[in-house]
């Protein structure tokens, strides 16, 4: 219960982007028809959703969606086709998506990103999202500096790192207005949209992906 808690918790730091990112990844295995989401298919969604930095960096190595979807057929091959409602992560899976949030924390990130998540699924040089971009003929060892370079020029930009917190003299002062900017940059923090009235859709795909987990 602590470890759903936890998961739960995460879900919230996620921005719009990161939770697309999950949210494709279980509409991949189901399209595989398999009854898990491993983390080949956290890769395949991060690359299905190109808005951000990572689909910069996919973008500039020339990776393509279709291609990701043909490489994760070949490498993990048709499931079943017996799919639960509510496909669970493998321990694997949830693994990477927790160490996404150490990246996002180690970038002094207050949201969690697609680019996070695709820094922990390279980390796993073992993992099946390394065997697809292998079988994809892409050289993944120069994604990481490029993520991270791309990331830290948001985050200086926008001053989401400047712990001096520049010369706030009110409550609502330049360093918040920075750390806003991040956050848009970012894409919307997941409880701001929702209060918009910006992510129903998401927010309801959110519990589907808590129940899952």
């Known amino acids: 219960r602590r470890r759903h ?7 919230e730091r996620f921005n719009e982007r990161a939770l697309k990112v999950v949210w494709n990844a279980q509409e991949e295995s ?6 898990y989401v491993g983390s080949e298919m956290l890769l395949v969604g991060v690359i299905q959703e190109n808005t951000g930095i990572s689909g910069k960096v996919f973008r500039k190595l020339g990776v393509k969606y279709k291609d990701a979807r043909k490489s994760i057929e070949e490498v993990v091959g048709k ?4 799919v639960p409602s509510d496909i669970p992560f493998t321990p694997a899976a ?34 099946a999202g390394a065997k ?16 991270r370079r791309q990331l830290k020029e948001v985050l200086e930009e926008s001053g989401e790192k400047d712990s001096a917190g ?6 609502g002062g330049g360093s918040s207005g920075k750390k806003m900017a991040a956050l848009e940059e970012f894409g919307s923090d997941l409880t701001k949209a929702a209060a918009d009235g910006e992510m129903d859709p998401l927010v309801g795909r959110a519990e589907e992906i808590e129940r899952a987990i």
């Open 5 to 11: 808690m936890a998961m739960t918790m995460m879900f």
């Open 94 to 127: 949830k693994s990477l998506l927790m160490a996404g949030v150490q990246e996002a924390k180690a970038m002094d990130s207050k949201v969690i990103d697609p680019a996070h998540i695709l820094l922990a699924i390279l980390k796993d040089k073992q993992g």
């Open 30 to 35: 189901r399209r595989l028809g398999h009854n």
């Open 166 to 171: 520049g010369s706030s003299s009110s409550a």
């Open 132 to 147: 697809v971009l292998d079988n994809m003929k892409v050289d993944a060892s120069v994604i990481p500096d490029e993520v």
């Open 79 to 82: 499931g079943t086709g017996e």
